[in-house]
């Protein structure tokens, strides 16, 4: 298939082409490998460092409609369980450190969900001391974590012992200002003065970076309604903005909008992140075309170092924690999903896993280059640091449709999202997709192929 009939049916079917990749993950089923404690361990054993580490905390007050992360209710969950999974993760942090080669760094940590948020600062401080005294630390390595409004504002004086303790960046997540739509996606409890009282006691905490998350494109969001939530976000006066495009495939948000408010078209998707590369920049947040991170911050383009290092550079990321997802050369691996099991598994001191993927370095490559157009450009150093060959030999006659197209331009770093061309990504996507992962651009966005409930 020709490049221009690729970025062709990528725009016709532009939720299934999303940032996201695979497309669906029945794509990975030829490559499913056995998930033994040995295959497990032989993963771990081929990382580079330095890498990033995650650490996921499932539980979460409601479950958002466009949710497609391994959570559990916070309802069933006292600070006995809390406490019983955090033990989890220090043993599970032991059995990884041992597993990877001696002397692997750590460039950064990121703590997410799940809602982190709701963790203390004691519980949050033994997963931080288990990371100190296991891994080595990169220089420049930092801790982040993330939080809903709500548990932001409900505790001032515990933000200030989770700065003490060592976290020094925090991701608030506003999404959407418009109090109808923070109803219909699930989030009502996280609006009225909960983010201005959030952001208080985050800035009160003394972390040195502190973002504001937002998403756009979400089913009935109108361009006004989009212009008040960057508004409010702005006025919460954040060192960082980051806008996401929401995604929709295989979501309940995708069955929604395929019942109610409708999908947003390319031409939605690309109105609205112009409008926040206008808005944000005019205020002061400084951005490249293309990028969804908005940064006040000197000298930062606003993501924590696991996110950077994972996305830009490609760096191996080890995640710990139910259904965390872990990616080291081609080996793509999510933890157990059930959390009792995974908890048991944790404790004896097994390494297991729900799914394990030996993955061909072309399906790498394009998880790689779909996310490296979140920052607005395909970096051309990084891409040969971490493959091992050009952009220009993986991509070929589709980098020089995307070029001639008038999609994609050469910059100093590589080649970066022409201005305006935000609409055009579920076509631009489609083009930087291998060949047999092109038959699922026709797949409807809600499919009944999905086998795996969460991740991806
Ligand atoms: S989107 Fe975040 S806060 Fe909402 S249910 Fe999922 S993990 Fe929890």
Redesign the pocket.
């Known amino acids: 298939m020709t490049p221009g009939a690729l970025f062709a049916r990528g725009m016709a079917n532009p939720l299934r082409a999303s940032v996201m990749y695979p497309p669906d993950r029945s794509l990975f089923a030829p490559f499913r490998a056995a998930a033994t404690p040995g295959s497990v361990a032989a993963s771990l054993a081929a990382a580079r460092s330095p890498i990033g580490l995650y650490v996921h905390v499932?539980f979460?007050?409601?479950?958002?409609t466009?949710?497609?992360?391994a959570?559990v209710p916070l309802a069933g969950h006292d600070a006995a369980a809390r406490d019983a999974y955090v033990e989890g993760v220090v043993a599970e942090l032991a059995s990884v450190a041992e597993a990877l080669p001696p002397g692997t760094r750590v460039a950064g940590l990121d703590v997410g969900?799940?809602?982190p948020g709701v963790l203390s600062a004691r519980q949050l401080e033994r997963i931080l001391g288990a990371v100190a005294s296991r891994f080595s630390l990169a220089e420049g390595f930092e801790v982040s974590t993330?939080t809903?409004p709500t548990q932001a504002a409900a505790d001032p004086a515990k933000w200030r012992e989770v700065a003490r303790v060592g976290v020094t960046r925090v991701s608030m997540?506003l999404q959407t200002a418009e109090p109808g739509l923070l109803r219909r996606v699930?989030?009502a409890p996280h609006g009225g003065d909960r983010p201005a009282r959030g952001m208080e006691a985050l800035r009160g905490a003394g972390f040195s970076l502190v973002n504001v998350d937002l998403m756009f494109a979400l089913p009935g969001l109108t361009l006004p309604a989009w212009e008040a939530t960057l508004e409010a976000a702005v006025a919460l006066a954040p060192d960082v903005v980051t806008a996401y495009d929401t995604v929709y495939k295989n979501r309940r948000i995708a069955e929604e909008a395929s019942r109610g408010a409708g999908a947003p078209s390319p031409e939605d998707f690309g109105a609205q992140y112009d409008r926040a590369f206008g808005l944000l920049t005019g205020a002061g947040f400084a951005s490249r075309y293309g990028s969804v991170n908005f940064s006040r911050a000197p000298g930062r383009l606003g993501t924590s170092r696991y996110l950077e290092g994972r996305l830009r550079d490609g760096l191996d990321y080890v995640g710990v924690g139910l259904y965390a997802s872990s990616l080291v050369g081609t080996s793509w691996r999510f933890g157990l999903a059930r959390i009792d099991a995974w908890l048991a598994a944790a404790r004896s001191g097994r390494l297991a896993a729900e799914d394990l993927y030996r993955l061909p370095p072309r399906h790498v490559e394009a998880k790689f280059l779909l996310l490296a157009l979140t920052y607005g450009v395909l970096d051309a150093a990084r891409f040969r640091a971490r493959f091992g060959r050009t952009l220009e030999e993986a991509l070929g006659e589709r980098l020089l449709f995307l070029l001639e197209g008038g999609f994609l331009r050469p910059a100093p770093d590589g080649f970066e999202l022409v201005p305006g061309r935000f609409r055009d990504l579920p076509g631009i996507r489609a083009a930087l997709f291998p060949d047999d992962a092109t038959p699922l651009l026709d797949l409807p966005v809600v499919s009944p192929l999905r086998a795996v409930a969460l991740g991806a």
């Open positions: 499932p979460c007050e409601t479950r958002c466009y949710c497609d992360y959570t969900g799940g809602t993330e809903t997540g699930g989030r």
